[in-house]
């Protein structure tokens, strides 16, 4: 979906072209789409929430109750790795 908005932003693919394109190489060809640049980008953006998430459940600081602080870890590393993997596909896909 990212690299098919990105295409249809710099004018090179339609969207819904793109999303079809997508989906027809994911259930068609999933070792190919598994090994796409824009997939691994992906997967390393959940891998790292879910990493973070389950680790924030063992730390305690003082004054800070659990789930604020779960909420606060889980949100900046999710953000962090969503804005690299948006800025790497854009550069990528995007427009020279």
Same mark, same amino acid.
């Given at each position: ?6 295409? &249809? ?13 997508? =989906? %027809?190489? +994911?259930? @068609? ?24 998430? &389950? ?13 604020? =602080? %779960?909420? +606060?870890? @889980? ?22």
């Amino acid at each position: 979906m990212d690299r098919s908005v990105i295409e &249809n932003a710099n004018g090179k693919t339609p969207l819904w072209t793109g999303v079809g394109n997508g =989906l %027809k190489t +994911m259930f @068609t060809k999933p070792q190919v789409f598994l090994k796409t640049y824009e997939f691994r980008w992906l997967l390393l953006v959940y891998t790292s929430t879910y990493i973070s998430s &389950n680790l924030s459940d063992h730390l305690k600081v003082p004054g800070v109750d659990q789930p604020i =602080l %779960k909420l +606060m870890i @889980t949100f900046v590393v999710n953000t962090t790795t969503s804005l690299a993997k948006d800025k790497a596909l854009a550069q990528r896909f995007g427009a020279k």
